[in-house]
Every structure is written in C-alpha cells, then in structure tokens.
C-alpha cells in the first residue's frame, strides 16, 4: 500500500446546536486503500465524511487534500464523489443521463460521454439499462448506478455512506465483494461508512472505529478484532466476555478468581483492567481447579456453532463452539493466552464517555 | 369495495352535475340561442367583435403572470430551504394578505395610487409633481401581480419542499456549481410547480373586472369587464354574455394546452 497521505484531518470540531458531533478528530487517509468509518448512530462517522466531501465546514481544525488545506473548498471543486445514503438519484433523468451528469457539466463532447457511459454501465453490471427510468430499479440497481455515476469522473477518492444499508443479506454480501474489487481495479481511495462491523472487517484495509464524536481506535481488521483497544470498541466488533481482572505484573493476570499467563505488558502493578475474551476462544473441558468452573444455563444452535452461556459465580460467559453440551451440566473453561486481551480501564485519550457506553452495552449483556 | 367506493363518490356526482355539469350546459344553451330560444350564431359573431378587448387582457394577464413568476420563483425556493420554524413563518406572511377580503385589498391599492392618494400626496409634500398611476395598464397589472402572487408562490413551494437535499447535494457533489444546480436540478424537477402557479395566476388574471374596474378605469376594460356588463350592467343580456364566456373559455383551454405541450424533456432540452 502506498503511503502517501491522500486526505489529512487536524483537530476537526463540529458542532450542530450547542452540541459536539465530532470532538478534535484526528485522521490520516492513506492514498489508494480502503478505509471504514465504522460505528453506532450518532457517532460522527457520516459527519466526518460529509467533512471530507465538503458538506459540513468544520467549526474547528483544518481538512487537507494532496497536502492542500481544503476548508473552504465548496464540494463542486473537490476531487472526491460520494456514493450517497438511499442513492440520491436524479429522479428526473435516467439511468444514463445520470450517469452522464458528471460529464455533461464539464462539456465533454457527445462522442465520448457515451462511450464512458456505457463503459461504466458495463462496470457495474447495468449494460441495457441506460433508457430506463431510475424509479423502475430494483434498490441494487439503483445503488449501482449511484456507484457509476460517482466513478465516471475518475475521482481521486470515492466517499460510500452507507451504500449498502438498504439491501437485503444475500445482495448485501455480494456488493461487498463487488465493491473491494472495484476499489482494486480502480486503484483509487474509498472511504466507507458503516455501522454493520462485519462490513468493516470484510472489505476493509484499515477501520476506524468511532464513538460520541471521537475516534477509539484506528488499524487493520485483524488488529481491532483481536486487540480491542477498550470495551466500546471490544463489544461494538463482534461478540466479547468482558470481564474486570488486576494486572499483577507483566504477563500475568488475576480475574474470575484465577491467575492466567497473558502477552500483555506495559501496565502498572496492581492496575485495575478490563479483560476481553472472544466467545469462539474459549475450550469446554470437564471441570478442574484450574478452570473456570460453571453451570451451562443455555445452548442455542446458530448454524455454524452452538451459542451456550455459562453462569460462574454470577458472571455469565458466552461460548461459542461446534459441540453443544447439556443445558445444566457442569463444565470447565481454558483459555489459553493468546486468546486473553487486556485493556486499559479508560480509554487511551482519557475522554470518560467512553466509559459511560460501556455501562450500557455491560447493561444489555449480562 | 367497489359497491363501496360508488356510494361514497355518490354526493360528489351530485355536486358535479349541479354546479359544474348544468351551469356548464346552461352556457352553451345560452350563447347559442336568442331571447326566444331559438338558435343563432350571432352571440359569438358579435362577441368576437371585442377580439381586440380580449387580446388586451390576455396580454395583462401574461404580464402580470410572468411578473408573478420572476418574484416567486427564488422566493419559493428560498422558503423551501429554511429550517422549520421560518418555513412556517414566511409561508404564513404569505397567506396574511389571503385572509382580507379581495375588495378591501383592490381599495387599499385605489387609494395608495389616486391622483389625491398616498403617493402622490408623498411626491407633492416634497416639491415633485404628481404621477398619473391610477387608471393605467401598469396599475391593473399590480393589482394582478399583487392578489395573485400567493397563488404562483405556494405551488411553487410545496414542490419545492419535496426536493431532497441529497438531490442537490449529490449534484454538487458531482461538479455543479450553484447555476447548474438550479439549471439542471431545481428547474426540472419543480416544473409542475410552475404549470400549476401559472394556471392559479393567469386564469383569474385573465377574467378578472374587479382589478380592472377599480384601477384601470375606462380606458382598461377588459373582457372580464364586459361580461360582467351583460350580467350586472346595463347592457343586461344573458346570450351575448354566455357567448363572451364561451370564448373566453377557449381561449383559457387553448392557451393551457399550448402551455402543456412544452413537457419537462422538451423545456431542459432547450435549456441545456
């Protein structure tokens, strides 16, 4: 991946109504990969794209493009396109003068507007479908044609804000893949907005992980998943056990009333930490004294695996595995320490409301 | 259902037939009798003697349309873009004038524009002569312009709400500038607004004898004005009356028919 720096934000605040959406955001976008704003409503991540696109003017902080400060750029001059929510189709033009529109206000002779055209009706899987008014296309159909009409003016960086969150599972999986493949072939930034983490991981090079207007963490799928950096974003990326233990010293860590190896250094002795344990981590064994003993309260079939939750001295784990066992039986639970995750008690930029959320989500799991 | 929906369009039918079907028959019956009943073209010959009465007033009335459609149009859209609250606010001071009587406000404009009136009485008390304004052409088409202006504006901005800022924001993104915007996105998709504010201005505009009668005095007298005379005047004949409406009524059908043709496709082809 190259690494050059294609959009840079610095200190971005923005405020609607007395109210900070985004809290001195601070973010580099590398040119030519596909980055995820990924996180809950409300969160900022739409926010931070419509900065990028020029939408929204920051009340604070400064917005680079090329190394070029773009504050007060209007969108029309901005060499980025947006693949808006819900499309935003010219409902008075068809599917090609839509995709044309880009073209036309640049006087592009006749000859080659249709050539692109068709060119890019053919990218996205449309070709026929020129004549056809927008309003008689499937939502698919539709969010394709959005996607040619943003690329046909071979912008430098494409903004999607949640292009996906109107279609169904099976066609959802498919755009997805589609999408990645475009952003390869085209070779140009995307910038992708979501809530849906499974999206993020899938088609991501980096997310970006957001939440109440600030940025918890920043890196590659495999990274945040398995290295969350708190636990907003430890339950926000897929399912979690967290669990509060204390940081004896490096490498070695007390919670559920045990003592565990870990990989974890760097904190204080003593230190007060959160403990993440992914579901599908966790080993069913006849219990010991070495492992956490519990009883099995309830298994339920999810497809690829059982679903079970194991009540132990009131903590409720959840385990995901591809053997049931009984609802009631007595098990133990391994881990090994590759799969224990410590995190920091606040979140590393020191902002409290973070903590706040994970009140809720601890509220709704356990 | 349809048992159901029949009963329910009954007292609508009825309504129809009473005062859109028999009053529209009674016209035609009317313009093509005499005072006997019996049938004669002379009605419409005589009528189409006014031709000159009748272009004159068709003229007022696509002046004063258009005036109407200049001032309304950024209006409008203005209005659409505010937040809620001033929505309703300008949408309101619009509506205010409505809310008093049309006479009342065809007065008022009498007594601002006589020889003796607000403004000339302004000009004297500061040394400059007066100016002839009431009895003029440009009086009654203020007058128009004036009563029927929130006719042209709130077509115009209830459609204009129902435009998506996406939309906009989506042709900005794609390289419009604030022109090409309004050129190739507002203008389009609002263009029923401007048939229908076009048809609530011009048609009344068109027929009015009130505005015409009250501040354009004799010299002004318009094809509303004479068929009010073959009702209410003294020249009281119904046939000669019903045969001036007929014609007027054409003329309203064709010249809306002409406008229509010009479909959504056709105006942007023009314009681009």
Same mark, same amino acid.
């Given at each position: 991946?190259?690494?050059?720096?294609?959009?840079?934000?610095?200190?971005?605040?923005?405020?609607?109504?007395?109210?900070?959406?985004?809290?001195?955001?601070?973010?580099?976008?590398?040119?030519?990969?596909?980055?995820?704003?990924?996180?809950?409503?409300?969160?900022?991540?739409?926010?931070?794209?419509?900065?990028?696109?020029?939408?929204?003017?920051?009340?604070?902080?400064?917005?680079?493009?090329?190394?070029?400060?773009?504050?007060?750029?209007?969108?029309?001059?901005?060499?980025?396109?947006?693949?808006?929510?819900?499309?935003?189709?010219?409902?008075?033009?068809?599917?090609?003068?839509?995709?044309?529109?880009?073209?036309?206000?640049?006087?592009?002779?006749?000859?080659?507007?249709?050539?692109?055209?068709?060119?890019?009706?053919?990218?996205?899987?449309?070709?026929?479908?020129?004549?056809?008014?927008?309003?008689?296309?499937?939502?698919?159909?539709?969010?394709?044609?959005?996607?040619?009409?943003?690329?046909?003016?071979?912008?430098?960086?494409?903004?999607?804000?949640?292009?996906?969150?109107?279609?169904?599972?099976?066609?959802?999986?498919?755009?997805?893949?589609?999408?990645?493949?475009?952003?390869?072939?085209?070779? /140009?930034?995307?910038?992708?907005? !979501?809530?849906?983490?499974?999206?993020?991981?899938?088609?991501?090079?980096?997310?970006?992980?957001?939440?109440?207007?600030?940025?918890?963490?920043?890196?590659?799928?495999?990274?945040?998943?398995?290295?969350?950096?708190?636990?907003?974003?430890?339950?926000?990326?897929?399912?979690?056990?967290?669990?509060?233990?204390?940081?004896?010293?490096?490498?070695?860590?007390?919670?559920?009333?045990?003592?565990?190896?870990?990989?974890?250094?760097?904190?204080?002795?003593?230190?007060? /930490?959160?403990?993440?344990?992914?579901?599908?981590? /966790?080993?069913?064994?006849?219990?010991?004294?070495?492992?956490?003993?519990?009883?099995?309260?309830?298994?339920?079939?999810?497809?690829?695996?059982?679903?079970?939750?194991?009540?132990?001295?009131?903590?409720?784990?959840? /385990?995901?595995?591809?053997?049931?066992?009984?609802?009631?039986?007595?098990?133990?639970?391994?881990? !090994?320490?590759?799969?224990?995750?410590?995190?920091?008690?606040?979140?590393?930029?020191?902002?409290?409301?973070?903590?706040?959320?994970?009140?809720?989500?601890?509220?709704?799991?356990? | 259902?349809?048992?159901?929906?029949?009963?329910?369009?009954?007292?609508?039918?009825?309504?129809?037939?009473?005062?859109? *079907?028999?009053?529209?028959?009674?016209?035609?019956?009317?313009?093509?009798?005499?005072?006997?009943?019996?049938?004669?073209?002379?009605?419409?010959?005589?009528?189409?003697?006014?031709?000159?009465?009748?272009?004159?007033?068709?003229?007022?009335?696509?002046?004063?349309?258009?005036?109407?459609?200049?001032?309304?149009?950024?209006?409008?859209? *203005?209005?659409?873009?505010?937040?809620?609250?001033?929505?309703?606010?300008?949408?309101?001071?619009?509506?205010?004038?409505?809310?008093?009587?049309?006479?009342l406000r065809t007065y008022a404009w009498m007594t601002i524009?006589?020889?003796?009136?607000?403004?000339?009485?302004?000009?004297?008390?500061?040394?400059?002569?007066?100016?002839?304004?009431?009895?003029?052409?440009?009086?009654?088409?203020?007058?128009?312009?004036?009563?029927?202006?929130?006719?042209?504006?709130?077509?115009?901005?209830?459609?204009?709400?129902? *435009?998506?800022?996406?939309?906009?924001?989506?042709?900005?993104?794609?390289?419009?500038?604030?022109?090409?915007?309004?050129?190739?996105?507002?203008?389009?998709?609002?263009?029923?607004?401007?048939?229908?504010?076009?048809?609530?201005?011009?048609?009344?505009?068109?027929?009015?004898?009130v505005i015409s009668g009250m501040l354009g005095g004799s010299?002004?007298?318009?094809?509303?004005?004479?068929?009010?005379?073959?009702?209410?005047?003294?020249?009281?004949?119904?046939?000669?009356?019903?045969?001036?409406?007929?014609?007027?009524?054409?003329?309203?059908?064709?010249?809306?028919?002409?406008?229509?043709?010009?479909?959504?496709?056709?105006?942007?082809?023009?314009?681009?």
């Amino acid at each position: 991946m190259d690494s050059g720096v294609i959009v840079k934000l610095q200190d971005i605040v923005v405020q609607f109504d007395d109210e900070q959406v985004l809290k001195k955001i601070n973010l580099d976008i590398k040119d030519k990969e596909f980055i995820t704003l990924l996180g809950p409503s409300g969160c900022g991540k739409t926010t931070t794209l419509r900065i990028i696109g020029g939408f929204v003017k920051p009340d604070e902080g400064k917005v680079y493009f090329d190394g070029k400060l773009i504050n007060g750029i209007p969108p029309f001059k901005r060499q980025v396109n947006t693949v808006f929510q819900k499309y935003a189709l010219f409902p008075h033009l068809n599917v090609f003068e839509n995709i044309a529109f880009g073209l036309r206000l640049k006087n592009t002779p006749e000859k080659e507007i249709r050539s692109r055209v068709l060119e890019m009706l053919e990218m996205v899987n449309l070709e026929g479908f020129g004549a056809k008014n927008v309003d008689y296309l499937s939502g698919g159909q539709q969010q394709r044609v959005a996607i040619a009409r943003a690329l046909i003016n071979h912008p430098r960086m494409l903004l999607l804000d949640e292009p996906l969150g109107a279609l169904d599972l099976q066609l959802r999986k498919e755009m997805q893949i589609e999408l990645k493949k475009m952003q390869q072939q085209l070779n /140009i930034t995307f910038v992708y907005v !979501t809530h849906d983490q499974e999206e993020a991981l899938t088609m991501s090079d980096r997310v970006v992980v957001m939440n109440g207007g600030i940025i918890n963490q920043i890196g590659i799928p495999e990274h945040i998943y398995n290295e969350p950096i708190n636990a907003f974003v430890a339950k926000f990326i897929g399912e979690s056990n967290i669990i509060e233990g204390i940081m004896h010293d490096d490498l070695d860590v007390e919670f559920a009333g045990k003592r565990f190896v870990c990989l974890d250094k760097g904190f204080a002795k003593k230190e007060l /930490i959160d403990v993440v344990i992914r579901p599908e981590d /966790i080993h069913l064994m006849e219990p010991t004294d070495e492992t956490i003993n519990g009883t099995v309260e309830t298994v339920t079939f999810k497809g690829v695996h059982f679903e079970m939750i194991v009540d132990s001295f009131g903590y409720k784990w959840k /385990i995901h595995s591809t053997k049931s066992v009984a609802a009631g039986s007595v098990v133990g639970l391994t881990l !090994t320490p590759e799969d224990i995750h410590i995190m920091k008690k606040v979140d590393s930029t020191g902002v409290k409301n973070v903590s706040t959320e994970e009140d809720e989500v601890d509220d709704e799991t356990f | 259902m349809t048992k159901r929906s029949k009963v329910a369009a009954f007292p609508y039918i009825i309504w129809i037939v009473l005062f859109t *079907i028999i009053p529209l028959t009674l016209v035609f019956v009317f313009a093509f009798t005499d005072k006997s009943l019996h049938f004669t073209w002379d009605n419409l010959t005589n009528a189409s003697k006014y031709m000159p009465v009748l272009i004159k007033s068709i003229y007022l009335a696509v002046l004063a349309t258009v005036i109407c459609l200049v001032i309304a149009y950024p209006l409008a859209y *203005i209005m659409s873009r505010k937040n809620g609250n001033s929505q309703r606010m300008m949408v309101m001071l619009v509506m205010l004038p409505m809310w008093m009587n049309f006479l009342l406000r065809t007065y008022a404009w009498m007594t601002i524009l006589e020889n003796n009136g607000l403004i000339n009485t302004f000009l004297q008390s500061i040394g400059l002569s007066k100016i002839q304004m009431i009895n003029t052409q440009g009086a009654v088409v203020l007058g128009m312009v004036y009563n029927y202006l929130p006719f042209m504006i709130l077509p115009l901005y209830s459609i204009m709400t129902k *435009i998506d800022n996406r939309i906009i924001e989506a042709a900005q993104d794609l390289g419009a500038g604030s022109l090409h915007v309004l050129r190739r996105i507002i203008f389009p998709l609002s263009f029923p607004g401007i048939t229908t504010g076009i048809t609530m201005t011009f048609v009344p505009a068109v027929s009015t004898f009130v505005i015409s009668g009250m501040l354009g005095g004799s010299n002004n007298f318009l094809i509303g004005d004479l068929i009010e005379q073959q009702f209410l005047g003294n020249e009281y004949n119904l046939n000669y009356g019903a045969a001036t409406s007929l014609l007027l009524m054409i003329v309203v059908l064709i010249s809306m028919g002409i406008f229509n043709q010009f479909d959504n496709a056709e105006l942007e082809e023009t314009l681009i």
